[in-house]
C-alpha cells in the first residue's frame, strides 16, 4: 500500500489559495492525474479555503487554515479546516444557491460543487468553533486512462 502525507498552516488570505492549490496537486504529482482530476481538485481546494478565509475569518489575515492531504493507494483524503466562526445550519449552508454573504458577489454554489466533485464529502461545524471539510477522491492516472481508452 502506498501512503503519504502532508500538512499545509497559511494565513488566512487570499494571496494564499493558491499555494494551497498548488501544494494539493504538487503532492499527487508521482500519481500522474489526468488533468481533469487536477482541475477539481484545484476547484474542491479553492472553494473550501475561500469558505475558511471569507466565511470562516471575515478576512482576518492572522487567523490560520489548515490543509491535511493522505494518499493510500489511489485515492486522496483532504481535510480543509478552519477554527472561525462555523456555521449555524449546514443544511442550509449545503442548500445550492445560498450565501451569507450576497454582497460578495459569492454564487452560493461552493460546498455544492465540492460535494459534487468529490468521491465523499462530509463537514463539521460547530458556531465559534469553526469549520471542517472532508473530501477524498480517487486520483485516476493518467497512465490508467490510456489504458481504459485503448480497452474500449
Ligand atoms: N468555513 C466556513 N465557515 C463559516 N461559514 C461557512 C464556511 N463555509 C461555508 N460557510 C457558509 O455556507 C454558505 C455557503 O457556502 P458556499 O456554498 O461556498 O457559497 P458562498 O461561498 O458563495 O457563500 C456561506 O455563505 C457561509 O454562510
Ligand atoms: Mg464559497
Known amino acids: 500500500m502506498v501512503t503519504n502525507s502532508m ?7 487570499l494571496k494564499n489559495e493558491s499555494l494551497a492549490r498548488t501544494a ?3 503532492f499527487i504529482e ?3 492525474p489526468t488533468a481533469e482530476i ?11 479555503v475561500s469558505n475558511a478565509i471569507i466565511h ?6 492572522s487567523k490560520d487554515v489548515y490543509v491535511k492531504g493522505d494518499i493510500e493507494d489511489d485515492v486522496l483524503s483532504l481535510i480543509i479546516s478552519d477554527y472561525g466562526q462555523g456555521i449555524k ?21 461552493g460546498l455544492t460543487i465540492i460535494e459534487s466533485l468529490s468521491d465523499s ?4 461545524s460547530v458556531i465559534n468553533m469553526g469549520t471542517r471539510v472532508m473530501v477524498t477522491k480517487k486520483i485516476v492516472s493518467a497512465e ?3 489504458t481504459d481508452d485503448v480497452g474500449q
Do not use: C, N, Q, W
Open 56 to 61: 470562516g475569518y471575515h478576512l482576518d489575515a
Open 89 to 109: 445550519d449546514i443544511d442550509l449552508a449545503l442548500t445550492p444557491h445560498y450565501t451569507t454573504r450576497p454582497d460578495l458577489e459569492r454564487a452560493g454554489m
Open 7 to 13: 500538512e499545509l498552516r497559511f494565513k488566512a488570505t
Open 24 to 26: 494539493v496537486i504538487s
Open 121 to 124: 464529502f462530509k463537514i463539521r
Open 38 to 48: 487536477v482541475g477539481e481538485l484545484k476547484t474542491i481546494v479553492s472553494e473550501a
Open 144 to 146: 490508467e486512462k490510456v
Open 30 to 32: 508521482s500519481l500522474h
